[in-house]
């Protein structure tokens, strides 16, 4: 063993204080030595003391570590089996070497995490304050990976050789606490003995919860809260001349124990902890350090069955040896989940087993395990609570049953499980239990009042003599006495119990109708059954209508079947069945559909056809489905809707023929195809096409100058046609002006003048030909007479006079006449003519003396001149 500067000395070992979720798992108890002259003393008392620690029940102990280390080295490590060699090397540690400060024990720490196990707790014992390097942060790492603990002794400080100034800080301490869930102790040499009861009371405890804080500078305030699971409690507090006062909700002083009172740390333990709030108070110069240890337990009941248990009563406190047991666990406290069970197996060995949950409202469990004959065990138990606090629990050692080698003979004598009278739903599956004692093993059996037996399994529950028995009765029915009897050699015992059958408003559906299809022509099935208390009735709806039984449709099996004989399209659609009693009423709908069928589908490749005039016409109407085959026609759409085909077009088979289409076949024909099952149609339109034919009465028109003219043209064609008006003289064209315009009907509008008449043609042409028609048009136009230049001539007797009369327009050419009106009002017509008329008047006389008139007409009208001729 090496002498070294310092001394530092690491107890690692896994507390479940410090388990979260890990719980348990295997351990190390490990002390990391580090010697030096100023630590003689404190290793003195710590060769003089570790071995009482030791000895405490540690909580699963794999091995035992020394780790010596000097500045700036440490090691090697030690590791043993047994605490008995780590107190028998411990006792070998020597002191010597220098006294460096700050010392570097961060390696040492390192060191002490990593070859330790996961979830320690390390024990740091030294004079000096740590040097800060980076170290610090591999430190902190190692313990959150770990989920290890380190508590930190410091019994000095470090001091300038030859002041009496302190060099470095407490604060590498303080980081290493809070990460590691760990504490300060601070001490002096006439104190040290005290962290040893400290170590204690931290070991043999199984903390679930453990937080440290870092206080600020000077004055701090905590609370601590306590609830009901809060069985043990432990502050530990470190600062410079410290001051802790605790208060509870009555502002009085708690019962505590103080493990550690020093100058500059406080371990305080609450004695029975009350359920309430704690008001803590610390005052230090500069910083200080809380650590909160906490136990929070939860009662627990155990129970032990080579079946699997529903009570406590159907279990023994303990399990039978050579065998596997049902571990029966029942949580006083319900809103506690239980998440893991563990069993300690002569203080060292340790198994996790499943837990399954029997009635978590009832806060029961159960877990499976083996157990040898005289080998001790513990149990624990971890959960939670609603804010998933972790909670624990723990029997005492316990032995599985031993063997009775001597029993005495013992006539059965049978204890009920069961209440006397038990009240179970109508059809329920139950298990009835009785325990049975006696030996030898009676014959255990079960029975009612009627004779009938049960299946029941039976098994030895105490040593040799207490026995299990279960009863298993299926869909119960009716009110009856149940018997537990078990007869032997030396006697037999009975005990009964009444069952009792609830029946009240059971209305359960079994089965209800589904939607579903039945093949043409087979049988179908619906159903709609109900077990019902008071009974209930059943009537059956299709499409509405209510059921009754025909030569298709049966109801049977009191109404909870409805039979269809014979699958036809009638039968498909909506079925409803409606059931009802006095206390509730339920329907259910289902939707039957018919298979083996085939509606009819037919195909036309077009759905629209053109023809030219005169053409031959076969049109197939193809059947792509249909079971049986349809029957196809064809019809022809009229205003009356469809009906036969028109004359001249024949239907054969399925085709459409024409042998000479004309217009008059041109229209919307229909294919339909029926069967028993249904139709299909599809719609083709015929259209013919041919060239224009105009349909006009007027050949010749006639019109006066100034009416209006409208020269009809009525044009069918297909396609349609491009029609259009010429006027034709001497068949030169004569281009029509804006005064003619032609509307959609092709009707030809304008105002008639003189120079309108001639022939007109209306021309309407498409590509398959022309059309051309004639009209003639006479424009009629009444008559002019230039004026006389004289109305009134003097002449003398004997004289020669010549009368003009010239026409002008007028048409038809119009008629010309001279008329005389003597002056005693004879009128005499002197001459008839042409458009140009003179009159010529020789040798005049006192005779020819009186008006004269000339007079022009035609069909359009007339005109006139007089003149006067008057003797001189």
Known sequence: MRNVLKMLIFFVLYLSAFVTANEYGKRSFTIVLDTTISMREEIDILKSNIESVVKVPLFDIDNYILLPFEDPGFGPSFVYQTPSKLVDVINLVEVGGGNECPENSMPAIERALTISKPNSIIFVFTDGYASINNKLNSVENLCRTTNSQVIIFLSGECVQSGTKSVVGTIDAYFDIARSCSGSVVKLQLYTFRQVFRMMKEIMKTDWTEIVANKTSFGRDQFTISVDAYTKYLVMVVTGEYLNVEIIDENGETPPIDRIVNTLHSKVIRFISPSLGTYNVKISSRGKSLMTIYKRREVSFRLGFSPKLARNMKETSPLPLPVTVNYIFIAVAEISIELNSVYIKFDGRHVKKIDVQIVDRNLGLYSAREYFEPEKSFKITIYGHDESYQIIKGSTGTLTPQKPIQELQIQKPKIEWIEPEVTLVEYKANITLACKVSGYPKPTISWSDDTGNTFPSEDALLETRSVFISYAYINKVTDNSTINCNA???????????????????????????????????????????????????????????????????????????????????????????????????????????????????????????????????????????????????????????????????????????????????????????????????????????????????????????????????????????????????????????????????????????????????????????????????????????????????????????????????????PTTKWEFIALNSTLTTLSRGNSINDLTLENVSKSHEGSYICLAENAAGSDTIKIDLKML
């Open 487 to 813: 007869v032997s050699s030396k006697g037999e015992d009975t005990l009964s119990m009444n069952l009792f059958v609830n029946r009240t408003l059971t209305f359960e559906v079994i089965k209800y109708p589904e939607d579903v299809t039945f093949e043409y022509t087979t049988q179908g099935e619906l159903f709609c059954k109900v077990d019902a208390y008071p009974e209930a009735s059943i009537k059956w709806y299709h499409n509405d209508s209510l059921v009754e039984n025909t030569d298709n449709l049966e109801i049977v099996n009191d109404q909870s079947m409805l039979l269809l004989k014979y699958m036809t399209p009638q039968l498909t659609g909506e079925y409803r069945c409606e059931i009802s009693n006095k206390i509730q009423n339920k329907s259910y709908t289902a939707i039957v559909d018919i298979s083996g069928i085939e509606l009819p589908e037919i195909k036309l490749k077009d759905s629209e056809l053109v023809f030219r005039l005169d053409d031959m016409v076969d049109i197939e109407c193809s059947i792509n489905k249909g079971e049986p085959v349809p029957d196809v026609n064809w019809k022809f759409k009229t205003e009356n809707g469809y009906e036969d085909v028109p004359r001249g077009v024949s239907v054969e088979k399925n085709h459409l023929k024409i042998t000479s289409i004309k217009t008059e076949h041109i229209g919307i024909y229909k294919c339909e195809a029926k069967n028993i099952f249904g139709s299909d149609s599809k719609e083709l339109f015929i259209k013919v096409e041919y060239p224009p034919k105009i349909n006009f009465s007027d050949k010749l028109k006639t019109v006066k100058r100034d009416e209006d003219v409208e020269l009809a043209c009525e044009v069918d064609a297909i396609p349609k046609a491009d029609v259009r008006w010429e006027k034709k003289q001497n068949n030169v064209v004569i281009p029509l002006d804006s005064r003619h315009e032609t509307d959609e009907w092709n009707t030809l509008r304008f105002r008639a003048l003189s120079t309108d008449s001639g022939n007109y043609y209306c021309i309407a042409e498409n590509s398959l030909g022309r059309a051309e028609r004639i009209v003639t048009l006479n424009v009629l136009v009444s008559p002019y007479i230039d004026p006389p230049p004289r109305k009134v001539i003097m002449i003398r007797a004997g004289e020669t006079v010549t009368l003009q009369c010239n026409v002008h327009f007028g048409y038809p050419l």
